[in-house]
């Protein structure tokens, strides 16, 4: 599904075929998948952290490695604490001390001091992967790419991520035009900026999914990853040497 698609590298990457390139195509990034170098195997489909990719076989549904337990399900979450999250919190009517869920402890307060309606996931997340819901924040996890910023922002502390991939973006800024700003419009999660005319990365809002090294034309951004979700050995040969294959950034 090109629409839900991200232009990103991981699929190319855990490819062991090297039938999936990524490409730029009068300025905008596009994808193919080559059908006499695919093997069918299925594991684009299960590292795309956008689920964008499905095989099928008579119009069936591939799930092969998924029913012999040799890949991993995708990380959970966000879960959202709502014994911490202030938002559903009931109206202080007074200023007389009232009991705070979010401390855990009586407290002496005003309707002003108290943190009432804090919408900092929804303001934050380039996804708008959280929305208000019977008077609780709730998450859409079809939108969701588990990158940390909620997490990290979170005043109460209420919200646990899971993240796809951990690691570090370098980038460049000498060699990066002035103009141009093709890796951060390409960003999924909004975490790339220009600052004081560097461009940077945000390393909390990162999915590290490398969507930045195809739109850039500089060669000025890398990807590292150095830890890749379900790499615990107790899967298969396939996945390791996938995972394997996107730490290094090479393809097979």
């Given at each position: 599904?090109?629409n ?23 300025g ?13 195997c ?69 309707p ?14 380039k996804?708008?992967?959280f ?20 997490h ?24 990066c ?35 930045c090294v ?39």
């Amino acid at each position: 599904d090109k629409n839900l698609c991200l232009k990103c590298e991981i699929c190319s990457l855990v490819c062991p075929r090297d039938a999936v390139r990524v490409f730029s195509e009068d300025g905008d990034l596009d994808i193919d998948i080559d059908r006499a170098r695919c093997l069918m195997c299925e594991l684009c489909s299960y590292f795309c952290p956008v689920s964008a990719i499905t095989l099928e076989i008579n119009r069936e549904s591939k799930s092969l490695l998924w029913k012999s337990d040799a890949v991993s399900p995708p990380p959970e979450g966000p879960f959202v604490d709502p014994t911490r999250c202030s938002y559903g919190c009931p109206p202080v009517q007074s200023e007389e001390d009232h009991w705070c869920r979010n401390q855990g402890e009586w407290v002496a307060g005003s309707p002003d001091a108290c943190p009432k309606n804090c919408l900092t996931c929804l303001k934050g997340c380039k996804r708008e992967a959280f929305r208000v819901e019977d008077a609780q924040i709730a998450v859409n996890l079809e939108t969701c790419l588990h990158c940390l910023l909620c997490h990290e922002q979170c005043p109460q502390e209420a919200l646990r991520v899971e993240p796809y991939f951990l690691g570090r973006v370098n980038i460049k800024s000498e060699v990066c035009p002035d103009d141009c700003s093709l890796c951060i419009d390409a960003c999924p999660t909004g975490a790339i900026a220009r600052v004081e005319g560097k461009v940077v990365v945000a390393k909390k809002s990162c999915l590290y999914c490398g969507t930045c090294v195809n739109a850039c034309t500089y060669g000025a951004v890398d990807v590292e990853r150095y830890w890749v979700f379900g790499e615990d050995g107790s899967l298969s040969a396939a996945w390791d040497d996938a995972a394997g294959r996107l730490k290094r950034r090479s393809r097979a």
